[in-house]
Each structure stands twice: as structure tokens, then as C-alpha cells.
């Protein structure tokens, strides 16, 4: 039996000050008492009262004990008096559900998660009344769904609406959080239960680790499975429209296994594979195909095994094929080593009199003639004519010595000769958003412009370097690449696509990209995702399926990771630790709430007190009241 509210000194202070003037008053009822007459005239000293000492004993003491149990009772339903033993009167319990890939898996004729639904079910009825439960879902994050809850029906709404992931279960920081949320709970510690297989990753750093209050509530599943690890494709380094694939297939069973693997583009079938895989072990199959349609790279293995979410995965391609360049020029000759050197590139050459603007092509190459009206896409001008230039020329400079370069961005990355003298350039003018990528000591001579104000992306080259000792430069083939590159990224941009595990992913970059601030990681919906650049390789976390663009410069990865993380090794927790369900708690709760009760017999006694003893002094009270106010003749009638 013990107090919520108020401690037994506050309890005793109370009752004593309440009750000490309840009894005063009644003490002091019995004195003397003043009376108001009309006149002395018929009183005579022989009539005088001789004064009287109060008496002790009380004319009503029942009522004062009624008063003073009804007090009691009162101040006892105010201190929240209980029944029962305060220790044990609620603990805080943390249920870990396993929500992994391996809760998808199917066992004894259900999924892995319908029985630890069950299990978890029947460990929360089992728990006494006054407990609290808060349920976690645990995978590779902790995602606590409910805080720390006496309503069964929520916790139990909320183990219903649990469904699988597709990450492993990470077991140390699911028993860290639960041994936090248990300390900052303020109550006294329960359980932690863990309901699931016991399945996480290889990397894990305390398999045999438990918690000393740690419950296992533990669902067996068949450990035989074989599913696709991964899928990584790229552009063909010597064909313009092929693909190479390399298809990833593991073993996570501890006996061989032998699949088939079948694999498919845009509907057209490949030959089928057989793998035979070592225990525990890894194979690859590698593909190369030509296309120039987008479509979808599926890998699908006949695993019958009981994880059927990784026995398949499919990646989107890009369109592939070369980009289109369509140069007007007189010389093709000349352009032809610079611009074919890039299998990434399909280049038409016409003259100037063939000249259309609406001829579709990724860039458009003007050699020494300025059109009108300019084309419809991306353009390159080279030693434009005067009248006519895309950007507008304000003076002409002989033997111009180029003395600086724009070295930021894809435009004058490489360029640093200094001292290259020009016969004869034109300086242009520049306006807002234009960049000079070569500047004279008379102006810029090579201007970049983004598309807007009715443009489209170009570059005006004021002089010609495909003359003279020019051509012979290496500034000439690092300039047109440069310029190339900017007016169409894609045509230098190595794109590498991958079908992953949801879960950590670390993407390998070469040094050229292995600076933060060029490195770009976003999901399919253009949101920024956090990374890190650790030993020259970009690490990144996802939680659920998604595709994830890592771009840095001229290369671009897809990553889609899209298959379930299957954890290969058995978590250990210890012998020590209790496990299935435990005795249901029977009978009453640890603690008994009685305010309810006492404040109803509290009440009670003073509506009894009333109505035998109040109701009397009430009809006394009214009589005195009377006499008080009577007239002398209805006193001296009434002797």
C-alpha cells in the first residue's frame, strides 16, 4: 500500500490541521452564548442564572466521527492511495520486430513476419496490465513506432500494420537503442524482446553480445537461398552502341547449389546459364550486347528457395548510341582527326551553301561563316565572319597574344599555355552570362553563352586554330574537347548503371574525381542525399528501394538499389538469455487503484452526516433565529 500523490507527513499535516478545526468547532458550540432581549425590566437578580462551565462531553460526537472519517477518506482518494506493491506496479518493456529482408521469407507454410506478429502478439497479452510496451521495428535503422503505451490495442494495431523490408538486421544497434529508450523512459526497466530469425550481415561487430534483460523470441527459416547480388552495366569501350553487363549471383546456403540464370533485354532473351555455387560463395556471368533502344536488363535465377525477393532484378538502360554532329565547313579534313577520335560521336560534313538550321544534331559546327538564322541546338562558331556573329565583335586585333584562360568548369580545364600568339582575332563583346574562355590583352577572344534571351547554348571561336602553327598546338584537340564537352556532356560522360542491395552502397572513384565539391549524390526525384568520401570511394546509406545518381564531372552512376540485403550469418545472443513466451500474468494487477472508491465513501459519509445530524442543527439554528427577532410582547405572552 502506498501514496502517488502525497507522502505520509503531507498526509498526516493535512489530516491534522483539517481535522483539529472540525473539532475545535464542535468544542467550542458548547459555551457560552449571547442572547438578545428586549428589556432587564422583568428580570430580578433571583431569577439570574448562575454561570455554568462548559461541559466535556459533546452533544453530537457520531457526527464529529462522521465528519472526520469522511475527512479522511477524502484526503486519502486526493494522495491516490494503492493497493499492491509500488516496484511491480509497471515496467517498461521494448519489442524489437524484425523487419529485415529475411522476415519476407516463408516458413512452415506462413511468412516469417506473420509468426512474429503471432509471437509478439502473444508476449504483449502475457504482460501484466499496468506494463508498457513500446514496439520497435528493427532493420538496418531503428524505427520506434509506438512511445512507451499501457493500451495493448494501439501496441498490437501497431505489430499488425508492420511489413517486411529489404535491409539486414543490424542487432547491435537494435539492443543500443532499446537500452536507451529503457533509460530515458524514467520507469523501471522490463524486457527487451527480440521476435525474428536472427539473420544479419557479415559485417556485424558482436554476433555473441546480449543484453543482460534480453528475451529471444525466436522464428526458425530455411537458411537454403540463392538470389542475384547484383547487376553492373556500362558503355562498351569499343563499340558506340554497346553495353557490357556483368551479372552477380551468391549462395547464401551452407550446402552447393546449382541455378540456371536467364537474362533478357527489351524482350529479346539471352542463353541461358548454369551456375554451379560453392557454399557461401559468389559467381559472375558477363553479358555484351549492341543496341541503340532503351529498355530493361532482367536477370532472374530458379531458386524455389524460401527468400524469393532477390531470385530476380531488373535495370532500366538509357537510349544508347552516338551522338549526332552535323559540321558545315570547307575543310572536313581538318576537323575529321579532332572530332572522331570519340567513338561517342557521329559526325555528318557539309558546306555552307547546304546549310539548314532545323537539321536536328546534338551540336552543330560553323566553320568560318556566320548563318542566319543560327541553329536550333547547341552550336560551335569557328572564326565566324564579322556581319552576322553570334556574338558581337568590337574590334580586331593583329598578332594577339592570348595571356589568361578561364581554368573553372569543363571550359579551360588542361588550359594553361601562355604566350600563344594569334595572326589575327577577334575580340568580342560580352555580356551578362557570357564566359571568355581565352582572353588577349585586348579583350576576350573565345566566349562560352548558356542557353536563354532566345539562345541556345554556343561558343564563338574569334580565330581560326586550324591554321598555321596552331594546328599543331596541343592546346588545339584539349580546347575543341573542352568545348565539345560543355556543349554536350554526354558525349564525354561515362555512364556505369548497377542493381544493388538496399542498404550501405560505396561507389569506387578514380582520382581524377576524388574531390567532394565535384560530386553530386541525388535520388530519382533530384533530392540531394548525404554522403561521404572515404578512401577514394563515395558512401552512401538508403533504407528502402530507389535509384540514386552519383555524378562527378563527365561520369555518371545509376545506382538502383532495388534488392533486398540478405544477412549470411546467425546472430548469437547468448545462452543466458530467456527465450519464447513467458507466464501469462493472472489475477489482479500489482497495483490496485482505490481513490475512486475512497472518494465515493468520503462523499457518502457527509451526505450520511447531513441527513442525521445537519438537517436537526438546521431546524434548531432557524429556531433561535425567531426568538431572536420576536417582538417583547409575544415573549412576555408566551410566560
Request: overall charge positive; aromatic content about 8%; hydrophobic content about 40%.
Amino acid at each position: 500500500m502506498f501514496f502517488l500523490n502525497l507522502n505520509l507527513i503531507e498526509f498526516l499535516g493535512l489530516l491534522g490541521g483539517l481535522g483539529g478545526i472540525i473539532t475545535a468547532l464542535y468544542l467550542l458550540d458548547r459555551g457560552k452564548r449571547r442572547k438578545v432581549v428586549s428589556t432587564l425590566r422583568f428580570w430580578t437578580a433571583g431569577f439570574t442564572p448562575t454561570e455554568q462551565r462548559s461541559r466535556k462531553r459533546m452533544r453530537e460526537p457520531w457526527s464529529l466521527i462522521l465528519q472526520l472519517v469522511s475527512l479522511i477518506l477524502l484526503l486519502l482518494a486526493v494522495a491516490q492511495l494503492e493497493w499492491g506493491t509500488r516496484p511491480h506496479r509497471g515496467r517498461d518493456h521494448v519489442v524489437l520486430l524484425d523487419v529485415s529482408s529475411w522476415s519476407a521469407a516463408k516458413s512452415n507454410g506462413e511468412s516469417v513476419l506473420d509468426a512474429e506478429k503471432r509471437l509478439a502478439t502473444e508476449y504483449a497479452n502475457a504482460l501484466p496490465a499496468r506494463d508498457r510496451v513500446m514496439l520497435v521495428r528493427a532493420g538496418a535503422l531503428m524505427e520506434p513506432v509506438t512511445s512507451f503505451s499501457a493500451n495493448r490495442e494501439a501496441v498490437l494495431n501497431a505489430i499488425a500494420s508492420s511489413s517486411s523490408g529489404f535491409s539486414v538486421l543490424n542487432a547491435d544497434a537494435a539492443l543500443s537503442f532499446a537500452q536507451q529508450a529503457q533509460s530515458w523512459s524514467g520507469g523501471q526497466n522490463g524486457e527487451i524482446v527480440y521476435a525474428g530469425p536472427g539473420r544479419i550481415g557479415e559485417g556485424s561487430a558482436r554476433t555473441d553480445a546480449s543484453a543482460p534483460n534480453l528475451r529471444v523470441l525466436s522464428v526458425p527459416v530455411d537458411p537454403n537461398n540463392c538470389g542475384i547480388a547484383s547487376i553492373g552495366v556500362r558503355h562498351s569501350e569499343d563499340d558506340p552502341n554497346g553495353w557490357q553487363a556483368t551479372v552477380a549471383v551468391r549462395n547464401y546456403s551452407p550446402a552447393a547449389r546449382m541455378i540456371q540464370l536467364k537474362t533478357s533485354f527489351a524482350g529479346t532473351r539471352f542463353a541461358p546459364r548454369t551456375l554451379t555455387l560453392a557454399p557461401n560463395s559468389e559467381e559472375f556471368a558477363e553479358y555484351s550486347f549492341s543496341t541503340t533502344v532503351s529498355g530493361q536488363l532482367v536477370a532472374a535465377i530458379d531458386g524455389n528457395d524460401s527468400l524469393s525477393q532477390d531470385d530476380s532484378a531488373v535495370l532500366a538502360l538509357p537510349t544508347n548510341g552516338p551522338l549526332k554532329v552535323v559540321a558545315y565547313t570547307s575543310r572536313p579534313e581538318v576537323l575529321r582527326p579532332l572530332l572522331e577520335a570519340n567513338r561517342r560521336l557521329s559526325v555528318t560534313y557539309s558546306t555552307a551553301a547546304a546549310y539548314k538550321p532545323s537539321v536536328r544534331a546534338e551540336i552543330t559546327i560553323v566553320d568560318g561563316f556566320s548563318p542566319s538564322p543560327l541553329p536550333q541546338g547547341p552550336s560551335l562558331f569557328i572564326n565566324a565572319s564579322e556581319a552576322g556573329s553570334p556574338i558581337p565583335v568590337k574590334a580586331t586585333a593583329e598578332q594577339a597574344v592570348i595571356s589568361g584562360w578561364h581554368t573553372e568548369g569543363i571550359l579551360g580545364a588542361g588550359l594553361h599555355a601562355r604566350d600563344l600568339r594569334l595572326p589575327r582575332a577577334k575580340i568580342f563583346q560580352l555580356f551578362d552570362g557570357d564566359v571568355p574562355v581565352a582572353a588577349a590583352a585586348e579583350g576576350p577572344v573565345i566566349v562560352a553563352r548558356s542557353a536563354g534571351r532566345g539562345y541556345q547554348k554556343l561558343v564563338a571561336i574569334g580565330f581560326d586554330p586550324l591554321s598555321g602553327a596552331l594546328r599543331y598546338e596541343v592546346t588545339t584537340p584539349l580546347l575543341f574537347a573542352n568545348l565539345i564537352r560543355w556543349l554536350a556532356p554526354e558525349s564525354f560522360q561515362v555512364t556505369e548503371l548497377t542493381a544493388n542491395h538496399v542498404g550501405q552502397a560505396s561507389v569506387a572513384l578514380d582520382r581524377s574525381e576524388q574531390t567532394e565539391n565535384r560530386i553530386r549524390v541525388t535520388d530519382e526525384n533530384g533530392w540531394s542525399i548525404p554522403f561521404t568520401v572515404h578512401h577514394g570511394a563515395v558512401q552512401l546509406f538508403t533504407d528502402r528501394p530507389g535509384i540514386v545518381h552519383v555524378s562527378s564531372g563527365e561520369r555518371e552512376r545509376i545506382l538502383s538499389l532495388t534488392l533486398p540485403e540478405v544477412g549470411p550469418a546467425l546472430w548469437k545472443p547468448g545462452a543466458q538469455v530467456a527465450r519464447g513466451i513467458p507466464r501469462p500474468s493472472r489475477g489482479l494487477p500489482d497495483a490496485m487503484e482505490l481513490w475512486k472508491l475512497l472518494a465515493l465513501l468520503g462523499g457518502l459519509g457527509l451526505v450520511v452526516e447531513y441527513f442525521l445530524y445537519g438537517r436537526r442543527r438546521s431546524v434548531w439554528k432557524r429556531r433561535i433565529a425567531a426568538r431572536r427577532f420576536a417582538s417583547p410582547e409575544r415573549e412576555l405572552a408566551a410566560k
